[in-house]
């Protein structure tokens, strides 16, 4: 066996926290994944629909949770869980119909709807709680200031809100399933990551 089978890339499809059937796996032609920090992380998936399984499917609707696993053979991780946003879908003269889903990690949430509001005698990281709460979201968070303060959210999203105090105090949040993170800057990096080309580096793109 080649040694190379085990960087086969591999993927596990939920929806709604129910596997797609193996059927409905192997009409996925493309998975497309967008991690980023301070941002929603967004997917991509894009299927052949066959049969009509996936635009018929009452189970895939707006608001559906999703979760990816990706990895090689036997040794995939969750990358990303979030919710559909938008789904299409685009019929072609004698081909199948191409079933495009797309969705966001739960951080969209806090995007929506500026608000104005007044925090008052409550921690930086009590407000950050508070607006992740507000949006379904528990959170795990730094040690920013024991101080209590007066601040107003004035005409702002949640999301720039988040944005605003993540640049005060030299922080990045993300989002992962249902929890916020709101961590400090990383001054120290590690070690560097050495990638050998052929084996621990199969494809380059500069």
């Avoid at 601040?151 to 105090?169: H, R």
């Amino acid at each position: 066996m080649s040694e190379n089978i085990r960087f086969v890339p591999s993927f596990i499809l939920y929806i709604n926290k129910t596997r797609i059937p193996a059927q409905r796996a192997a009409e996925i032609i493309k998975i497309i994944i967008i991690s980023r920090l301070n941002a929603p992380s967004s997917f991509i998936i894009k299927a052949a629909d066959i049969e009509s399984e996936w635009i018929e499917n009452d189970d895939y609707f707006i608001g559906s949770e999703v979760e990816i696993l990706l990895g090689y053979k036997d040794n995939l991780e969750s990358i990303i869980t979030g919710e559909i946003t938008s789904i299409s879908c685009q019929f072609k003269q004698n081909q199948a119909a191409e079933v495009t889903i797309s969705g966001k990690n739960r951080l969209h949430r806090i995007i929506r709807c500026k608000k104005n509001k007044a925090f008052y005698n409550m921690t930086i990281k009590d407000i950050i709680c508070e607006i992740a709460d507000g949006n379904g979201l528990t959170a795990e968070i730094d040690e920013l200031s024991y101080n209590h303060v007066f601040t107003i959210q004035k005409n702002f999203t949640g999301y720039e809100y988040l944005l605003w105090l993540a640049d005060y105090y030299d922080c990045f949040f993300w989002v992962e399933k249902r929890k916020l993170f709101f961590k400090r800057l990383v001054k120290n990096m590690t070690e560097d990551l050495v990638l050998e080309y052929g084996k621990t580096l199969l494809n380059f793109i500069p």
